[in-house]
């Protein structure tokens, strides 16, 4: 259940577009938000931000103040708001504060310096050391309910032990899952049986009230292929389990994550066991 959740901003147009993004989630499931800006000081990378180095702690946390009034004013919600001060990474930060949170929200645009950076080399270690799920808002995206959830995995992961948490997100939002199984090759008699083992499986412990599908794709580009099927099923939120030999290590490779972000025009969620 998600009841808490915490948004990400650097105060840019993607920042705000995931944060209205979030409220709307917020008053969906009814849950608080936290609004944090991370002030980088000594790292490597943040060098490349000249204007967090322009702007004190009080400019920076009256601009949260801002945020957070406009969230209440046009949403009726009260918003928290977070400033760290650190000579840690972004990512090590939001490892450390995600454990007090049921979801991490954050708007993305591969055009600006502070989410490429998020979401560019280091989108892989925020994922992987994030305590709860991750949900990426590309900019432009607007919130709709999340009628329709797909699912993608491939063969190296096993998804049945994520089907609760994903289960649980899917009861509480009214929506239906498809189940997209990716292959990199060929269609293959064990690829089918594998596919038709974990559609049973999924629904021998599904809920009652949520809606399953299940469909396969086959490409030595996996990235292309969800992208491909996620536009083309009208989705409403793609969901990524990390795991070892995970597709969040595919979609969320430096070289691979700019392509699919552009490819993708829905929010992509990554959860973990």
Known sequence: MIKSILCLTDFSPAAHNGLEYAANLSR??????????????????AVQLEQERERSSEELTA???????IVHQHFGIRCKIQLESTTETLEQVVESVSKNFDLVVTGTNGADDYYQFVFGSNSYRIVEGAS?????????????????I?????PQTNPIFLIDTLMTLAN????????????AGGRSPETEQLLEIVKGAVLARSHKDVKW???AGFSNDVAWSIAQYVNRKTTDILALSYHHRSLA???FRKDTIKQTMMTIDCPVLVFRH
Do not use: N
């Not at 601009?63 to 009034?69: F, N, V």
């Open 132 to 148: 709860c799920p991750v949900l990426a808002i590309p900019f432009g995206c607007r919130f709709k309910h999340p009628k329709q």
């Open 249 to 251: 290590e595919v979609i």
């Open 28 to 45: 969906l499931l009814s849950a608080r938000i936290t609004l944090m800006h991370v002030r980088p000081t000594v790292w490597p990378e």
């Open 172 to 183: 509480t939002l009214r929506s239906s899952v498809c189940v997209y199984y990716v292959v």
């Open 63 to 69: 601009l949260l103040q801002s945020s957070a009034d």
């Open 213 to 215: 599908e299940f469909d």
């Open 150 to 154: 797909v699912y993608a995995y491939d």
